[in-house]
């Protein structure tokens, strides 16, 4: 049986169809009422932005599904997990100062923040899931004891998964950092030495001190690296790139897998919204935020994390593209938007929904439903 996805458009003439009602609206009609229980501990799980960047989720359209976990007898807070690369996040205390700065607090939000795996991303459980890559799985312990949870997710392009939807932020977003690194262990980036100019960007940033220039161009120790792809995200000129053919699979695979290790005890008691609003190309991790590679296209809920990806990534390739965008192909509607950003094969993305959909995650199979 489909899926049922809920989506609401972005149009508006009228206070009943501004995009707080809206939000409003689909966590009824999706049934999240339904996942929590009375004085549920419930997480919101959502992504607060690498400090630099603007394309993360309005506090304000947070503010609302507080206000409705509230309403159905859930007690919410706030929350994400510290990051595996340097930055704004890596630690609690960081995590917490850029949350705030980027309005999160409780004066705006009603709720509570807490960073899911602790001061120094030590608090996890190593949760049974026995799947082709791993046994067990380390998701944060806040997340882990939450009683329900719902998952905001801002859809957009990501440089290894290809994009970022609901399942990502279950995957990376609910693991510790010793779980980020098990995901990213199957990617080795490569450089292209015909194009590197030795602006020693991904030298600057890697966290592992996997990078040298003692030959004049970047060269990575596979033997350090931890597989973060911040390298990737950052060259200038492209000659940095993982192995489609073999890396990535492989890294979507163990996504896919943390995933489900985020959902096992909580079968039920989850639901999911993508906003799919300033659709960029790079994950909000980073400290800058390009211009969107479509137009706003509007917010979709479901009780299904693989179904609103599946309905998400359709709506975006039938929208048209932007030429200013760092899109180098497939503007036209109907053709791959994700895979026009990095001129990569279509596995660098397909490959996680139809594995999440083969170990039991959820179902491709959608019925889109507009309000």
């Known amino acids: 049986m489909k899926s049922k996805v809920f989506f609401a458009n972005l149009r508006a003439r009228n206070e009943k169809e501004n995009r707080i009602s809206k939000i409003s609206r689909l966590f009824d009609l999706a049934g999240f009422s339904r996942v929590i229980s009375e004085r549920d501990l419930t997480a919101i799980k959502l992504h607060f932005g690498e400090r630099g960047n603007d394309a993360f989720l309005n506090p304000v359209w947070v503010r609302q599904v507080v206000d409705k976990v509230l309403a159905s007898g859930g007690r919410p807070f706030l929350t994400d997990t510290n990051t595996l690369y340097t930055g704004s996040r890596s630690n609690a ?6 949350a705030i700065e980027h309005g999160f607090d409780y004066a705006v939000v009603g709720a509570p923040v807490i960073i899911a795996d602790g001061l120094k991303s030590k608090n996890s459980v190593e949760v049974e899931i026995n799947k082709k890559n791993f ?3 380390k998701i944060a312990g806040d997340i882990f004891f939450a009683d329900s949870m719902i998952v905001l997710s801002h859809f957009k392009g990501h440089v290894e998964a290809g994009f970022g939807g609901a399942i ?20 080795k980036p490569q450089v292209k030495k015909e194009k590197c100019t030795a602006c020693k960007k991904c030298f600057e940033v890697c966290p ?14 596979h ?39 985020a959902l096992v005890n909580k079968r039920g008691k989850v639901g999911f919204m993508n906003f799919l609003i300033n659709v960029v ?3 909000d991790c980073l400290p800058w935020s390009d211009a969107p590679i479509v137009p706003d296209i509007g917010i979709l ?3 299904d994390p693989v179904a609103i990806d599946a309905a998400s990534l359709d709506l975006v390739n039938r929208a048209h593209g932007f030429s200013d965008s760092l899109l180098v192909k497939n503007l036209a509607p109907g053709e791959d938007k994700f895979t026009g950003i990095r001129d990569r094969d ?18 491709m199979e959608y019925e889109l439903k507009e309000i």
């Open 93 to 98: 205390v960081d995590h917490l100062i850029t």
């Open 301 to 303: 809920a479901s009780l």
């Open 223 to 261: 033997e350090i690296c931890i597989g973060c792809g911040e390298c990737i995200s950052v060259c200038p000129v492209r000659a940095i790139s993982p192995n489609w053919e073999s890396d990535v699979p492989s890294f979507l695979e163990r996504m896919v897998e943390h995933a489900y290790g």
């Open 346 to 363: 279509r596995i660098a993305h397909w490959h996680q929904l139809e594995y999440a959909q083969e170990i039991g995650l959820g179902s």
């Open 168 to 187: 990502k932020n279950l995957a990376m977003g609910c693991a510790p950092a010793a779980g980020k690194q098990r995901q990213h262990s199957a990617m």
């Open 281 to 283: 190309p790079d994950c």
């Open 208 to 221: 592992a001190g996997a990078i040298s220039f003692a030959t004049g161009k970047a060269l990575i120790d």
């Open 135 to 137: 046994k067990t799985v």
